[in-house]
């Protein structure tokens, strides 16, 4: 009778006591996390989920378009005209193809607002535009900062305050000529312009803070927010999400879990359980398991042997067909388009699939269809025809 009383308490105390252990931690409450996102998929405090998901309210029935690459990537060689284009970022370092871009889109009619305290110097250097920013720690005990309106018919008497995450940032200069003062900070200084550049407009404010989710529940301040963004008109609208802060944070498995309470308690259970298994099991004997080598992958083998057979040949223009064999193949199997006849339907549908500019398709096919009709191919010529099928492996969707 006692020794049935310890052996009772091994087999369902301590089951027990993992499972609540195990609850506790997967139940905790999480401490909010305050870091700057501005990501369209976030929910915390300083995400955009919320404005991204209020955009149609704002742009009427027009679609709203998330993307996630560089913007002279994304638009390729499309020429859009009276549409809206949303940056909003703590910082935005455009590089030189997407401020020439930027620039094009703005001569053609279109509306470019962008959110930012930090910019490219040399883009500002393009716009004539000074900044001033004047950073203070994200939960300093310092007065609340005001931001308000410069149109009469919009401005709110007492202004918009805000207290967490804001910074007094204002412009020190800009064009007075094309540009036009839209809002001000507490201390009466610009910190939203609008700039006329060919047919269409640039929105610059440096408080992206203010469309985040916090922010827009934090008292009437979404109130000023759909105030600022009532400039650009009921158009498409493209949302960025490549410049923003975590892009390039990849989700990996484990953060899934972990943002899932149920996946949370069956991870933890599933490790204490292995831990406790190893405690209790660990005495036991077991013979040496013997070591079984995986067999040689005599396909590799085959592959360098038939290279350097190639290779010892220097016959460019047959390795340059087969190479454009196997790339047909792969634009048949992947994106289910017939490659016979080769002609400007079969450029259009495959650049839509793949979103590969249509020239460098173009490009591809006519080079693939002109070994047909030579002799000879230089090795320097077998190289960029490889470059161009690489390119196209790397960046088709």
């Known amino acids: 009778m006692n020794k049935q009383k310890p052996n009772n308490i091994l087999l369902f105390g301590i089951p027990s006591l993992v499972i609540i252990l195990a609850f506790v931690i997967a139940y905790a409450p999480k401490p909010v996390d305050w870091t700057l996102s501005y990501s369209n998929r976030d929910v915390k405090p300083f995400g955009s989920k919320m404005l991204f998901e209020l955009l149609p309210v704002l742009m009427g029935d027009s679609s709203i378009i998330a993307s996630h690459s560089n913007l002279s990537v994304f638009i390729g060689d499309d020429n859009p005209i009276g549409e809206n284009f949303i940056f909003l970022n703590n910082n935005v370092d455009f590089n030189a193809e997407d401020q020439f871009k930027i620039e094009e889109l703005l001569l053609n009619g279109n509306n470019v607002f962008i959110a930012a305290e930090n910019y490219e110097e040399g883009f500002l250097d393009s716009l004539k535009v000074g900044v001033e920013i004047t950073t203070i720690p994200q939960f300093a005990k310092v007065d609340s900062i005001s931001l308000n309106l410069a149109n009469r018919s919009l401005k709110k008497g007492l202004g918009y305050w805000y207290e967490k995450g804001i910074n007094d940032n204002y412009f020190t200069s800009y064009d007075t000529l094309h540009t036009s ?15 006329k550049k060919g047919a269409g407009w640039l929105y610059l404010h440096l408080n992206p803070i203010v469309f985040t989710n916090y922010n827009l529940l934090d008292k009437d ?22 410049y923003k802060v975590g892009m390039n944070r990849q989700k990996t498995p484990l953060s899934y ?7 949370r308690l069956a991870y ?21 398991i013997p070591i079984v080598r995986p067999p040689e992958n005599s396909t590799v083998n085959f592959v360098e042997t038939i290279g350097r057979l190639y290779f010892s040949k220097k016959n460019h223009l047959d390795i340059a067909i087969k190479k454009y064999t196997y790339f047909k193949e792969f634009v048949r199997s992947r994106y289910y388009v017939s490659t016979s006849p080769i002609n400007e339907e079969l450029y259009q549908q495959i650049a839509e699939k793949s979103n590969i500019p249509i020239r460098s398709i173009k490009q591809l096919f006519e080079m693939g269809e002109s070994l047909k ?12 025809f490889n470059r161009k099928i690489e390119f196209f492996y790397e960046h088709c969707q």
Request: one cysteine or more; glycine letters at 4%.
């Open 181 to 195: 003062v839209l809002g001000i900070n507490s201390k009466g200084k610009t910190n939203f312009i609008r700039i």
């Open 221 to 242: 301040n979404a109130d000023y927010a759909f105030k600022c963004l009532s400039y650009l008109p009921q158009a498409r609208t493209l949302w960025d999400e490549h």
């Open 257 to 263: 879990i972990f943002d899932n309470p149920p996946l």
């Open 268 to 288: 933890y259970l599933t490790w204490i359980g292995a831990i406790l298994f190893l405690i209790f099991e660990s005495a036991r004997r077991q013979r040496m």
């Open 373 to 384: 009709k030579i002799q000879r191919l230089s090795e320097a010529d077998l190289e960029q």
